[in-house]
C-alpha cells in the first residue's frame, strides 16, 4: 500500500485530478509546499520516462551548442588563424565577437521562451546555428570569420538558460541538479569528442579542395542543422502536452511540482517579477561566481588544445591528448551532481570545485615538468566543469515563481558568458604561451574568490532558511500573503 507523508487528512482525500485542476485554473497556493500521495510505481515510471524521451534531446542540444561554439579551438591548431592570417589579438577579438551578442540575447531569450514555447523557440535556434557553423567552414576572410562568430553567439546565447528553465518545467527542484550535470556533462563530453573528431577530421585536409579545420566545421555544423530539424519533434512543450504521459501521470507530475513550488502559478508576463529577483542577495553572491566560474571554465574550454601544443605536442596529438581531462570531468561532475542531489549540498560541492580549480592552477603554475603541467588538467577542467551545472541548478532552485527564476538564471548566464569574454583575452593575447604565467595566477585568484562566494552564498541560504523555519512556527500557511514565491516560509531553500 503506498504511504502518506505528513498530509492533512482533507488534503488526503485530495485526488491528483484536483491537483491538476487547481494548476489548469492557477490555485496553487493552496498547495504551495504541501506534500503529494506517495506512489512508488508511479514516481518511478514518469521520472523514468522523463529522464528517457526528454533528458536526452536537452543533453544534445548542449552537446552541440558547446561543440559548435568551441571547436574553433581545435581549428585553431589545426590551421584556421595561420590561413586566415589572424595574429592572436585577432584570434581573441574573433572569440569576443562571438560572447557580446551571446549575452545580450540570454535575458530577453528567457523571457520569451515560455510564451512561443521551448518547442518551437529551441528547435529554432538550434536549426539556424547549425547553419552558421556550417558557414565558418567556407569562410576564406577574417571579416568572414567574425560575421560567422557573431550570428553563432546571438543564436546560441538563450541555450543553457532556456534549457535549464526548460527542465524546471520537468522536474521538481531536488531532483534539478542530476539532470542539469546530465545534460552539461555533454559539454565536457564535447571536449572530449572535439578531440577525437578534430584528429579525424582534419586527415580530410586537402578534399575538395579545402583544409582540414574547415571540414570540422562543415561536418559539425550539418549535423547540428540536421538534429535540430528532428528536435521539432521530439521536444514537448510542458508536461500537459507530452504524448509519452497517461493522464494520470501528467496529473502527478504537475502535483508534484506544485508541492515543490516549482511551478508557482503566475498571471502572465510581471516586469515586477524581474525587479524581485534583481534584489535577491543570492543572485549577486551567485553572480560574482559565476563570473570567476565563467572564466575559468570557458579558459579551459578554448585554450586547452593550445595549452597542450604548447607542452610539446604535435597539432594531431594535441587533439588526442585534450580528451582525457575531459572524460575524467564528465565522470566526476555526474557523481557530484548525484551527490549533491542525494545530500542537498549544492553549497559544498562547489567549494570543493573551486579546491580542485586551485591544486590544478597552483601544479600548473609552480612546476616546469610538463608531465606535471599536464597533470594540472585534470584537476583544473573537473574542478571547472563540475561546478558550471551545480551552480546553475543551486541558482534556478532558489527563485520562484518562473518570471523570476528565468531573470535569475538568465542574469546568472550574462555573468557566466562575461567571464567568457575575459577568458577569451586571458590565455594567448594579454598572457603568451606557452606557460601562460598571467593567466594563471589569475585563474588562480578567481578560484579562491569562487570559493569564497560559494560559501558566502551557503551561510546566507542556511540563515534565512533559520528564519523561515522560526515564522512557519508563528504563522499558519493560510494566513501567508499569497504570491511570496521564494520569500514564502514555506519555500525552502536548496542548501
Known sequence: MASTISVPSMREKETQSDFHSKLEKGSSSSLEGSEVPEDPLMEARVWRKLDSRVLPVVAMFYLLSFLDRTNVANARVAGLQTDLKMSNKEYSIA???????????????????????????????????????????????????????????????????????????????????????????????????????????????????????????????????????????????????????????????NAKLLADNAQKDEDGFSWNEVWEALKLPQLWLCNVLFFCSGTILYGLAYFTPSIIQGLGYTAANAQLMSVPPFAVACVVSIIASFISDRYHCRGIVLIISAIFCIIGFAMFLGSKSTHIQYGSLFFSVTGAYTAAPTGSAWNANNASPQTRRATVIAFGFVMTNSGGILATWLLGSLSPAPRYTKATITLLVLSVVAMVFSAMNLWYLWWQNRKKAKARKVVRREEEKLGLGNYSAWYIYNL
Not at 527542484?173 to 577530421?201: C, D, E, P, W
Open 95 to 253: 572569440l569576443t565577437v562571438t560572447y557580446v551578442p551571446y549575452i545580450v540575447a540570454e535575458l530577453p531569450s528567457n523571457l520569451m521562451l515560455k510564451a512561443v514555447g521551448p518547442n518551437l523557440m529551441l528547435p529554432t535556434m538550434l536549426t539556424l546555428w547549425g547553419i552558421v557553423t556550417t558557414l565558418q567552414g567556407v569562410v576564406k576572410t577574417y571579416s568572414g570569420l567574425l560575421a560567422c562568430r557573431f550570428f553563432l553567439g546571438l543564436l546560441e546565447g538563450g541555450v543553457f538558460p532556456g534549457l535549464v528553465l526548460y527542465l524546471s518545467y520537468f522536474y521538481p527542484r531536488y531532483k534539478m541538479n542530476m539532470r542539469v550535470t546530465t545534460f552539461f556533462s555533454s559539454a565536457s563530453l564535447s571536449g572530449a569528442f572535439s578531440g577525437i573528431l578534430a584528429y579525424g577530421i582534419i586527415r580530410m585536409d586537402g578534399v575538395g579542395n579545402r583544409p582540414g579545420w574547415s571540414w570540422i566545421f562543415i561536418l559539425e555544423g550539418l549535423f547540428t542543422f540536421l538534429f535540430g530539424l528532428s528536435s521539432y519533434f521530439t521536444l514537448p512543450r510542458s508536461v500537459d502536452k507530452t504524448w509519452f504521459f497517461t493522464q494520470e501521470e501528467k496529473d502527478y507530475v
